[in-house]
């Protein structure tokens, strides 16, 4: 991808996983996933194939392939609590503040966008009445992604 060619395969790794420790992040956040979140979050990144920021779409055709095996995967390869397990998340989003700034200005904004608003659209897949209460009280705390910095 051209937008990433200035980025190390590891800088570039980080940036592809960055929406699969979203979905765990926000899905898991009050200690056990919520199965209907992290269904939306696979259904999210198969319609941001489509629907994505033109600048996103083809980072997320490579998000998307095989996106439900590596939410399985990285669930797998770590601690079962939330209470350990968030801030390993959080330490691995945080990594994005050093990358996202080697971005070009509109991708980065996009990509920090576009993770926000999946954490919020994954928030709120399940719960609540008539749409209220929708957002537990962990998942509140985690939603705005704070660890990561907006790109200026």
Known sequence: MEALKHLSPAEKDTLFEAPVLVAILIAGA???YDKSELQRAVELT????IT?????VEFYKVVGEGFEDKLKVKIHSLPA???SRNPLLIADLEKLNS???KLEQEFANDFYWSLRGMADKIAHAS???LG???VGYEESKLIGLDM???PK
């Open 127 to 129: 719960g609540g009445l």
């Open 52 to 56: 994505a920021r033109r600048d996103l």
């Open 148 to 150: 990561i910095n907006e």
């Open 46 to 49: 198969h319609d941001k194939k």
């Open 132 to 134: 209220y209460m929708a």
């Open 81 to 83: 609590d939330a209470q």
């Open 99 to 101: 990358i996202l700034p």
């Open 30 to 32: 009050d200690n056990d």
